[in-house]
């Protein structure tokens, strides 16, 4: 497929696609040369993946042309973009856990011998692998390989098949620094060596680091194509967000009652290991407490315990003076805590029921709703639209599904519920995580609100940008102690940040 | 004396379970190529009725002198049987098991009407005996393990070899587990998931069919209402014991087998309970194919929760979750 170098290696014209009667493409124009990187950027829903899809033959768009290699072309399953040369690595691998590396680079190959055996998948996928100069070891099963060499089996097979054009969606996203960067000078090579990659991504220092043109779409609207070259990142992020706006937060030193109390709590994780030592904490009516620290230091039990989904070894929790222990977790909700669960789609919606009923989740038995065994069905879809248009939820009706809302729309009705539910306290776990910078500020906003209108609030958060943005006071959590709680105005970055790393204040790690 | 009542018992137990486990094996058979590609049926019971009752009125009316003839009808029958099925739970993508529930229950009630006219009716157009190679004497012990008709021989032999070779050996074959196992990474690969779930599934009930007819066609061998007798129930209840592997399938379905014959050979000598003053043990011995079965799944359960992975007798992870491209 390789012809003439000058023209396109992949091009769009006029792409449109909706979903659920959301637009999540609009009439896109969109080129790729041969031989280049070209960053595709974007927030989320900013319609980068959905584009890709298509080129990719996952999707099928409603209107427009997909020219590759100057010849118009009609993708009615991946096997038709594949023959074409285009190969696409998603976010989410499509790789068979219990096969082995040179199991999944072979699946549904036409090359792969009719008849094989281990030994000679293992030669042929060694083969090719020096060929391309990537290295993974054959024999090994997918779920033994760490996120970085299962991206690598992908990018292999997708090589395998011949493709010329390469689409990466959020590759760096599951990856640590070092593996990125390995990436990144994967990436170049295999440009170097005459192939087009199309890199999708919403991290500006990625865009400037590896692409020598970029594409930035936002709404499902090409916003701008051109070299990366002489482009800055405060230029391309705003074109990516449009005006951003900026949130002004000040920062208190409350002194009011405490509204939530942990004395001396003590649980463990799924496992049954210790997850929270001996934990004190108290939060302020009117103030956020952040809880600053790397994942998996037990924050999403503390979140747990303090909403009655997990129970205590030892200790105790009062919310406004009451024991929580003998409560269900009923009863923690009506008494006035909301909770923004770490894992939305699991935890915080029902994602086969319409986005109304999982508008009144938490309330449908209160009497607003319902009048002893019935729902008062009109006050239910009144709500739900006023709850939808208040946090700007993106969707065709309060009657589809809430499993047809894109992430960042069941993130931001969930985040708007609970806080409306919290009278007295919200846990916010991760309450950004995966938004673009709108939403998130939309978010951050309402959490702000509650606050200002006397909510006590714990802020968890991984983001450590976002936890010395918002609260007023920030407690570091490792391995389930606290490490130290400081008034956001004598919080030092540096010094959390070795807190967080396990460092005490005289420097011996804990 | 007694060893010679024990050996003669044995013997005679050997004997009639294999054959009556090659319905068992030839439905496990049938059921475990359509969960190799995530296709769960639970509807054997009723394929077998209506391959047994079709290969009956191949021989009964339509006058069918072959065996082999009488079965591929049969055959075809449970075919077109699995083709609605499959069409439903792939192409419409309704729920596996309420469509596998109907097709047990309504493929029982069709083959039960069919047969109607044709009860007790005997069948002569048998499958016979072969003494492989021939050079076998004919002793009680030999016979037991060794006379039996060329169905037997594909059923425990031929079947296993080739599946276990086309599974393991081939391009085919992996790409059939990723089917089961993650349809929508074999779908990225350019893997048909709909096209190779569905002629799988109606592979698969051929095969269940196939049983159905060995019943009619060589042991039984006469058209008797509820003719499964449980035997499809058995078949989904060996491939999990087997863990989808198909050379343990010929383990399971004689170990099955067993159990089943068991249950005859107790009613057919009168063997009781010494106690609850029960005089016939027979229920309680078919009770016992499901007490292994619960069994054999809670082991690889118990393992998993003690901390081992036992990811090789694990199900196809996309087994009876219907498969959708375009959802978000």
Not at chain 1, 229 to 249: C, F, K, N
């Amino acid at each position: 497929m390789t012809g003439d170098r000058a023209r396109p290696a992949v091009e769009t014209r006029g792409i449109s696609k909706a979903f659920g009667g959301v637009a999540a493409l609009d009439t896109v124009d969109f080129e790729v040369r041969w031989s280049e990187v070209h960053a595709l950027v974007g927030e989320n829903g900013a319609g980068k993946t959905t584009l890709c899809n298509i080129l990719a033959g996952i999707y099928r768009a409603d209107a427009g042309r997909v020219v590759v290699d100057g010849a118009e072309r009609d993708f009615r399953s991946p096997a038709h973009a594949i023959d074409a040369g285009i190969g696409m690595v998603h976010q989410h691998f499509r790789l068979v856990e219990p096969m082995t590396v040179a199991e999944n680079i072979h699946l549904g190959w036409p090359e792969t011998p009719g008849v094989v055996s281990q030994r000679t998948l293992n030669e042929r996928t060694e083969r090719f692998m020096g060929e391309m100069g990537l290295r993974v070891d054959p024999t090994a099963k997918i779920w033994q390989l760490s996120v970085g060499e299962q991206q690598r089996v992908e990018i292999l097979r997708v090589l395998a098949r011949g493709a010329r054009v390469l689409i990466l969606d959020e590759p760096t996203a599951v990856l640590t620094a070092k593996e990125a960067e390995e990436l990144f000078a994967v990436v170049r090579e295999l440009a170097a060596g005459g192939l087009s990659v199309i890199f999708i991504t919403h991290k500006l220092r990625e865009v400037l680091a590896v692409s020598d043109r970029l594409t930035v779409l936002r709404h499902g609207i090409r916003e701008i194509t051109r070299p990366t070259e002489g482009a800055t990142a405060s230029e391309i992020a705003r074109l990516m967000t449009g005006e951003e706006r900026v949130l002004d937060v000040e920062h208190r030193v409350v002194t009011g009652d405490p509204a939530l109390e942990l004395r001396g709590v003590s649980t463990l994780n799924d496992r049954g290991i210790a997850a929270l030592r001996d934990v004190d904490l108290t939060v302020r009516s009117g103030e956020i407490l952040g809880i600053a620290g790397v994942s998996g230091n037990g924050q999403t039990e503390l979140a747990e315990v303090i909403c009655a989904l997990r129970g205590m070894e030892a200790g105790s929790i009062t919310v406004d003076g009451a024991d929580i222990a003998s409560m269900s977790v009923r009863a923690v909700t009506d008494s006035g805590v909301g909770h923004i669960p770490e894992d939305r789609i699991g935890m915080g919606m029902v994602t086969s029921a319409p986005v109304k009923d999982n508008a009144v989740l938490h309330s449908y038995w209160t009497e607003q709703f319902s009048q002893g065994l019935t729902l008062n069905r009109q006050s239910v879809i009144d709500f739900a639209r006023k709850l939808v248009e208040a946090a700007r939820v993106q969707t065709r009706s309060v009657f589809a599904t809430a499993g047809q809302l894109s992430g960042g729309n069941q993130q931001r009705l969930v985040a708007r519920r609970e806080a409306l539910a919290a009278d007295r306290l919200l846990v916010a776990a991760h309450p950004t995580r995966g938004l673009d910078v709108n939403a998130a500020q939309e978010v951050r906003s309402t959490i702000l609100d509650r606050r200002d209108s006397g909510c006590a609030v714990l802020l968890i958060s991984d983001d450590l940008d976002e936890v010395l943005l918002m609260s007023d006071r920030i407690a570091v959590i490792y391995e389930g102690r606290i490490m130290g709680v400081f008034e956001a105005a004598e919080a030092d970055r540096e010094h959390i940040g070795l807190l967080m790393g396990g460092h005490s204040i005289t420097g011996a790690v804990a | 004396m007694i060893l010679a009542i024990i050996e003669n018992a044995f013997l005679s137990l050997i004997g009639s379970a294999i054959p009556a486990s090659a319905v068992v094996m030839l439905a496990a058979t049938g059921a475990m190529l359509g969960e190799r590609v995530g296709v769960l049926n639970l509807g054997q019971e009723g394929l077998i009725g209506i391959g047994a009752v079709y290969s009956v009125i191949a021989v009964l009316s339509w006058g069918v002198e072959s065996p082999w003839l009488a079965m591929l009808i049969g055959m075809m029958a449970a075919a077109a049987a699995g083709l609605i099925f499959a069409l439903c739970v792939v192409a419409f993508r309704a729920s596996q098991v309420l469509v596998g529930l109907a097709l047990a229950l309504g493929g029982i009630g069709l083959s039960n009407q069919l047969g109607v006219n044709r009860n007790g009716t005997p069948i002569q157009t048998l499958f016979r005996e072969v003494n492989p190679g021939g050079v076998l004497d004919d002793n009680d012990a030999v016979s037991a393990f060794f006379f039996h008709d060329p169905v037997v021989y594909i059923a425990y032999v031929g079947l296993p070899v080739v599946l276990w070779f086309v599974l393991f050996r081939t391009r085919h074959g992996m790409n059939m587990k990723a089917v089961g196992e993650n349809p929508a990474a074999a779908d990225a690969v350019g893997v048909s998931v709909t096209g190779w779930r569905i002629f799988y599934s109606v592979l698969g009930a051929a095969l269940t069919g196939a049983g159905g007819a060995y019943m009619v066609l060589s042991f039984t061998p006469t058209w008797s209402p509820d003719i499964a007798r449980g035997r499809g129930w058995v078949a989904l209840a060996v491939v999990i014991f087997a863990g989808w592997r198909p050379g343990w399938a010929v383990a399971g379905a004689l170990l099955y087998g067993s159990m089943i014959s068991l249950d005859t050979t107790a009613q057919a000598r009168g063997w009781g309970l010494p106690f609850m003053g029960a005089s016939d043990l027979s229920f309680f011995l078919s009770m016992l194919p499901y007490v292994v079965t619960l069994v054999a799944i809670l082991i690889p359960a118990g393992a998993v929760k003690l901390g081992r992975r036992v990811r090789s007798t694990a199900a196809p992870a996309a087994l009876a979750i219907p498969y959708a491209r375009e959802e978000r």
